[in-house]
């Protein structure tokens, strides 16, 4: 598809082109970006009258990436042209689009109307624009909000991929040692078990607890807009992972914690994800800050393995274990609600889902 203007025209990128893509490649490599076409929906590239690559731009999902105007062109109307343009793509589908950019540009972004939210020296800066934005996901939050006696009001996030023994164990213990829990499940529905179905078997599985509250986590906490490298397949930390971590943890401090009175976040102890780690070594950091006292609970296991260290409960050995068909030697490590949804036939295409992928999620 081609978009003509007087001083440039511009054509979206055919990602199966081997020569498109390297085409795009070569000129954001020359600007510092090592372009990913597996990580976005749409990528733009906007030519001068003379065929010259001026600048490109791509979305995913609701995020706008790799935005580079050459430095000739920067004076131009290249940089706004392409922001407009793709924002207004990703709002014919979402109520919002987040941009990811370094904190130096974030001015320029500004200017077309953007809304810095959070940012990670010097790597990120992340901002918003459109029909809904964080102030919105705030008023639903006090919606939801309940008042209470005392300051003793806890936060815990989750995913629950699935809801295992060791997710109901913080959640008890959270719940057993303060007045009210909010309890945030992950909305993105990147994960093998769908958000609907994660949720329903958690708040069947919580239900004996009369001061949680289950809330979703919207484009917030834990999103693939805001930390995309908890959904990617590696789970190699890199300094991308920690300033995603940064601007995930600094959004839950800044725009959530104050709004319902959040005292304390609970988490369990990592001993698998390099990428779960480093989320909490930035809550470590950040959280105290602001408040809100991060409660580290040791992870639950089952026994102890072969090399004599506890054997510790996580979904993803509850997945490897639907992928190896082997989930009967797992069930012990699930609540009644998870074995009852796994164990029938609704669960069947999430377990084919399992077995026929390659991955983490």
Not at 65 to 88: H, M, Q, Y
Not at 175 to 200: C, H, Q, T, W
Not at 243 to 255: G, L, N, P, R, T
Not at 287 to 304: A, F, H, Q, V
Request: glycine letters at 4%; charged letters at 25%; one cysteine or more.
């Amino acid at each position: 598809m081609n978009f003509e203007n007087t001083d440039f025209r511009a054509e979206l990128l055919d990602l199966e082109n081997p020569f498109d893509v390297k085409l795009v490649a070569e000129f954001l490599s020359k600007h510092g970006f090592e372009y990913k076409p597996n990580e976005v929906d749409k990528t733009l590239i906007l030519y001068n009258l003379n065929d010259e690559i001026i600048g490109t731009g791509s979305f995913k999902h609701q995020t706008l990436k790799f935005v580079v105007v050459d430095e000739k062109f920067r004076e131009s109307t290249a940089f706004p042209w392409i922001v407009t343009t793709l924002g207004n793509k990703i709002l014919e589908n979402y109520k919002r689009c987040f941009v990811y950019t370094r904190p130096k540009t974030a001015s320029l972004f500004e200017g077309l109307g953007y809304k810095e939210i959070a940012r990670a020296e010097p790597l990120f800066s992340v901002l918003e624009f459109g029909y809904q934005t964080i102030e919105d996901y705030q008023k639903f939050l006090l919606q939801h909000k309940r008042k209470t006696k005392t300051n003793k009001i806890a936060a815990i996030v989750v995913n629950c991929n699935p809801f295992t023994n060791g997710h109901l164990y913080l959640i008890e213990k959270a719940a057993s040692e303060n007045e009210l829990l909010y309890l945030f499940v992950v909305e993105e529905d990147l994960s093998s078990f769908p958000y609907k179905i994660r949720r329903e078997i958690i708040e069947e599985g919580i239900s004996h607890l009369k001061n949680v509250v289950v809330l979703a986590t919207g484009p917030y906490i834990v999103s693939g807009a805001i930390f995309p490298n908890y959904f990617l397949k590696s789970e190699s930390w890199n300094e991308i992972s920690q300033k995603q971590a940064e601007i995930d943890v600094s959004i839950f401090a800044k725009y959530i914690v104050p709004i319902l009175n959040i005292t304390k976040r609970y988490v369990g102890t990592e001993n698998y994800c390099e990428t779960t780690r480093a989320y909490n070594t930035a809550m470590k950091e950040i959280l105290p800050k602001n408040g809100c006292e991060l409660i580290e609970i040791t992870r639950k296991y089952d026994g102890l393995n072969e090399e004599n260290e506890p054997n510790y409960i996580s979904a993803s050995k509850i997945r490897k274990a639907i992928k190896e068909n082997k989930l009967e030697e797992v069930l012990h490590l699930l609540p009644d609600a998870t074995q009852k949804f796994l164990l029938s036939e609704d669960s069947l295409s999430i377990r084919n889902k399992i077995i026929n992928s390659e991955g983490r999620h």
